[in-house]
């Protein structure tokens, strides 16, 4: 530290680890807001960039509970970080120059997993990461004859620090992995008599070779290990052992190993084995107990959140097991599903899961009910909604119609729509008052549905607005729509109106006006889309008197309706 130079890239590399612990903190306050992980880095990103290319490689040397440089701590307390990768071997950790934002979020998400919790090893996840400028040197299992531990540890201190010279190298002649062969350490070490352990050396692995190791392991583990230790279990249970807690943890034990490999079907198996078994010995019985026991383990919230982490942003290879696997659970389990269901971003993942929680609404629908008042977010509460409607709650609108008091205009609009499939008068009082809501697409939405209550009251309350006075400062979109909706009724008011509206004839000094209100009939015309309409426009589009405008829009309309009707000639031809 007496080198200004020393002092200088301490203290910088001091403030990298600042920013990155500051990172951290925020990130575990605020984790699930994924999308703003890397605003919480940028600083300790910028930092780091800052730091490579003044000071080249920023090579961190790791320590139980710290990262150094030149032997001093940049953390300036003990964290937990460093553990993680202490405990896997790994001794030194280096960012390059180039070090991206991504490859930096990458990395703390790593250092942030819990192998404990069901995350991979922090070394396979590193693998798996590929992060092209950033590397790491891990021992692992050396052991040399005749020395104690603190003499090893001497001796690994100096194979790493020639593994972290030769990383830095410019040289093509480098090693890429902290693993080399024996030959090569009595060959360029120095004070190295003799080294066992594992040895790999020689080139990078390609992908094709990766993927096939992979489909090999999984083949392996799923047609031959995993059947052969069901099968075991289940022999071990049918033998007459009787120890309730033993058999608890080995069916625990089984229910993590099948999760790890999200193997969903052989854990729906061991529930119908374990069902079989209780019908024979009775509900009372150890077996019902383990079985009772083994649902509870499925449905307890750390199982739950790594399925949510599976339906998260990964497609289902086979979603039917998954449906049957949460089927399977208590009711307790809801909490942890709507906490699961919070940060599922595939919207066919989400759709899965509403579904199985539409089961549990129908037992017990006051968490949904609650869920919905709560929810901050719109899209949950777009899921309530679809749960609440899907398990016919007796007091669904009076719940919906709080939703309607949204600020959102998509859950408002898809509340809207649910409502409309009720049918009922209650539904109805619920849809007529939005006609005079502050929102264009809401007044739309409310009279495009009306109509599937009551025509007859449709069409009054339509017709109502058609000749108020303030129908002339409305929109062209939203007087066309009213049209439309008014002519969707198929009331024989509402045609003769557009047909009396199409036989008048301008004056002098309200052509226009004229032009505008038989355009607006042509559409009603084509709203109500009927054999009887489509002569109508027919004949519009025949009669010479009509302005060009007219016929031209009576022409659109009636190739429309005849499209619906009839379908398309052209096509099946």
Known sequence: MQDPNVRKQVEAGRQVAYHLLKGVKTIAMYRHNEAKFSEYLTKAWVALSEYTKVFGAFNLRVELTNFTIFKQDLFTEDNPIPY?????????????????????????????????????????????????????????????????????????????????????????????????????????????????????????????????????????????????????????????????????????????????????????????????????????????????????????????????????????????????????????????????????????????????????????????????????????????????????????????????????????????????????GEARKLIAPLLDDETLQVRLQAARVLPEFDREKAYLDLLRMVKDKKFEEKSPQEKEGLYVALGSTGVPGAINYFAQVLQQKSGLFNKQKMIAEKTLAVAGLGGACTIQTAKLLQEAVEDKAQPAEVTQAARMHLARVRKQLFGNPEKEA
């Open 84 to 424: 993680k990768f202490f405990k896997d071997g790994i001794r030194q950790i280096i960012f390059r120059d180039g070090f991206s934002l991504e490859e930096m979020t990458s990395f703390v998400m790593i250092a942030l997993s819990d192998p404990d919790r069901g995350a991979d090893d922090i070394n396979a996840q590193l693998w798996r990461a590929q992060m092209p400028n950033f590397e790491y040197i891990m021992v692992e299992g050396f052991k040399v004859d005749e020395m104690s531990e603190e003499e090893v540890q001497v001796e690994v201190d100096k194979i790493v620090d020639y593994l972290q010279r030769r990383l830095r190298t410019n040289s093509e002649d480098y090693i890429r992995f902290a693993r080399l062969s024996e030959t090569d350490l009595e060959m360029k070490m120095d004070d190295i008599d003799q080294m066992r352990g594992v040895v790999i050396t020689g080139l990078t692995a390609t992908a094709e070779l990766k993927a096939r190791l992979q489909r090999d392991v999984h083949e392996e583990e799923n047609q031959r290990l995993f059947p052969k230790l069901i099968s075991a279990v289940f022999q071990v249970v049918e033998n007459g052992v009787t120890d309730a807690s033993l058999l608890s943890e080995m069916f625990s034990q089984l229910l993590d190993a099948m999760l790890l490999q999200e193997d969903f079907a052989i854990i729906n198996q061991v529930v119908l084995k374990l069902r079989a078994m209780e019908q024979r010995s009775g509900a009372d019985s150890s077996i019902g107990e383990l079985l009772r026991g083994f649902i509870a383990k499925m449905g307890e919230e750390q199982r739950l959140n790594r399925i949510g982490e599976v339906l998260k942003y990964v497609k289902l290879k086979n979603p039917p097991e998954v449906v049957k696997y949460l089927s399977n659970v208590n009711a307790d389990a809801i909490p942890s599903l709507l906490t699961s269901l919070e940060v599922i971003e595939l919207p066919e993942n989400r759709t899965l899961l509403c579904d199985v929680m539409v089961i549990f609404a129908k037992q017990n629908p006051d968490l949904f009910v609650d869920k919905l008042r709560t929810a901050d977010k719109p899209q949950v509460q777009r899921d309530m909604v679809y749960v609440l409607d899907r398990s016919n709650h007796p007091d669904k609108l009076k719940f919906f119609g709080t939703v309607l008091k949204t600020k959102n205009l998509a859950l408002k609009l898809e509340v809207m729509s649910i409502i409309a499939r009720g049918r009922t």
